[in-house]
């Protein structure tokens, strides 16, 4: 059979419409790790050359996969099903991945079965999508144990409705099966650090509120910690360009009144204390407190200008001198931040702290609530979605699950009781009492190597915080490793320190309302960020008239055009 190749070309943009009429159903089953090629099964009948029911899957593709077809994961779901699974490979690329499958719909085609892809379909496109049945509601079939057995067994009842709820349009149908996998990491990226090093050398303890906090930096600014002879070190640093928790302002804002922050420059809204009204904390008067504090730091040289100019290669260069350590406190998200971690001597002066204690006794960390990640969508060509819902559901299987991030059973992991039993394996979390349990044990961890074993986690999954915590890597656990510890740390100190109640992170916003409010949110986010680098900086001042002018020119912005639309999409979700 002829084998058929998809490369964006300038051309594309006029014969994609016709490219991929030709495309779809020819060409022959193999697969190719080239990302600009796609493949699809030549049969329309939903069946395949040897007689099994066939499912095709545009699936986005991963550099590191090799091949789809002749893959261990893919043969172990054809096997349990006993179906023939056919792929039609999208771009890594989101972007292009999300050009391909519009070309798709534009063709008026017939699509393939089942579209698997991070990232590439946005939720306004979900419901576009939805709204114009090329997608099919999934919602009766989920909630059907005959037909997705794991989903309704294996997963819990909070966080299937969890995964329900972050999969729901506005228009009230569910069109995908999500990708769950909560992560303390990733929840709470905005971490602040102190020298150690510093502290100790001036006989200074860890501060745990924003007096304390500024003292310690006026310690550091004035009584020479790194010991060169110069007034050189940064006591507060950070750059709010930062998308991994490196805005400084972020964590030391949520001494004064919560604000999650974001990883883009986009700002965020949240939910009163009731929990159940949608406000801007950022007109709010606790947040005008805050920008007094930062702003008497850098008044006082204790935060620098910078932290609003700097990017990552800045950032970076900063926390890597040769010379001598230049930082006394800190807030970011990653540990690479600092080259080789484990073995920077800059980076091995700090210790993580707890969220700081503002005057009214708030000590909130930043949460950025994992999303279930819509993935895993049935298209209106596809036959038999029933069987479509029953494939996604397998990878909600407990040991699939592990085999979709870690690989083969038995040959990259393994649950064997006998080997967890040595007391020499280990994690930061067993070792600190947060986990009672090791889950998994990692022996060959090939999430960064060529492989043909699995999807690279491109697929719907299910592992809990609990599971994540208890994988363990094959060798012994060094409690001296400092960068093992932070992730207990971070747990102790961050993950619980919260409002009880918080605004989702995805709101299903309708086709109008996010037409209505586009513009809006941009204006507001650069409006709120400009102001903020200002107040602090003291290049505007904060006084009872410009913080008027402040919030009133973001109600001229359509500030509360976006809370409006922002309550009723809350409200649709309750």
Request: net charge negative.
């Amino acid at each position: 059979m002829k084998k058929n190749t998809w490369k964006r070309s300038a051309a594309l943009a006029l014969i994609g419409t016709m490219a991929i009429g030709s495309l779809y159903g020819c060409g022959n089953k193999s697969t190719t790790s080239d990302p600009t090629q796609a493949t699809t099964g030549n049969s329309t009948d939903g069946t395949s050359s040897d007689g099994k029911e066939k499912l095709v899957i545009a699936l986005q593709t991963y550099s590191f996969i090799t091949d789809y077809d002749n893959n261990y994961l893919t043969k172990l779901l054809e096997d349990k099903l006993g179906i023939d699974i056919e792929f039609y490979l999208l771009s890594a690329d989101s972007s292009e991945a999300t050009t391909q499958l519009s070309l798709m719909v534009s063709a008026g085609e017939q699509m393939p079965d089942i579209i698997c892809t991070n990232g590439a379909l946005s939720t306004e496109a979900i419901l576009d999508y939805g709204s114009k049945g090329v997608l099919i509601p999934l919602g009766d079939m989920l909630n059907n144990p005959e037909i997705a057995p794991n989903f309704n067994s294996v997963v819990s009842e909070e966080d299937r409705n969890i995964m329900l709820e972050g999969s729901t349009s506005a228009d009230g149908n569910i069109y995908s099966m999500t990708q769950y996998e909560p992560q303390a990491w990733n929840m709470t990226p905005y971490r602040l650090y102190i020298n150690q090093t510093w502290l100790d050398k001036l006989g200074l303890n860890v501060p745990t509120t924003t007096d304390e906090y500024k003292e310690v930096l006026k310690a550091f600014a004035t009584q020479d910690p790194n010991g060169n002879g110069q007034a050189d070190e940064i006591p507060a640093y950070g750059f709010t360009a930062g998308t991994y928790g490196e805005n400084i302002t972020i964590p030391l804002m949520n001494s004064f009144i919560y604000y999650p922050g974001t990883k883009s420059s986009k700002v965020v809204l949240t939910l009163d204390d009731s929990g159940e009204k949608v406000i801007a904390p950022f007109v709010q008067d606790q947040w005008r407190e805050g920008l007094e504090y930062m702003k008497g730091l850098c008044q006082e040289g204790l935060l620098p200008e910078s932290v609003f100019t700097d990017d990552k290669t800045q950032f970076m260069s900063v926390l890597n001198n040769e010379e001598v350590n230049l930082i006394g406190s800190v807030s970011t998200g990653s540990l690479s931040r600092w080259n080789d971690y484990d073995n920077n001597a800059n980076g091995q002066d700090f210790v993580m702290m707890a969220p700081l204690k503002g005057p009214e006794g708030i000590a909130y960390s930043p949460f950025n609530q994992t999303k279930p990640q819509p993935i895993w969508f049935v298209t209106s060509s596809c036959q038999n979605p029933e069987l479509a819902v029953t494939l996604g559901d397998l990878f909600y299987d407990p040991e699939i699950s592990i085999i979709t991030r870690y690989g083969e059973k038995d040959v990259d992991w393994t649950t064997d009781s006998e080997k967890l039993s040595d007391s020499s394996l280990s994690n930061a979390y067993i070792e600190a009492g947060l986990n009672d349990e090791k889950s998994v044990l990692v022996l060959n961890d090939i999430w960064g190597q060529n492989n043909a074993t699995f999807w690279r986690d491109i697929n719907p999954r299910y592992f809990t915080i609990k599971q994540d915590q208890g994988v363990v890597q094959n060798k012994a656990y060094d409690p001296n490793v400092k960068s093992m510890q932070f992730y207990a740390d971070n747990y102790a100190y961050n993950y619980n320190s919260h409002p009880d109640k918080l605004l989702p992170s995805k709101l299903n916003y309708t086709n109008e309302e996010v037409t209505e409010q586009s513009e809006i949110t941009v204006n507001v986010a650069t409006y709120v960020s400009q102001s903020m680098a200002q107040f602090i900086t003291g290049a505007r001042p904060l006084d009872d008239r410009e913080w008027e002018s402040y919030k009133s020119e973001l109600d001229t912005i359509g500030l509360q055009t976006w809370l409006e639309n922002a309550q009723a999409a809350y409200d649709r979700m309750k």
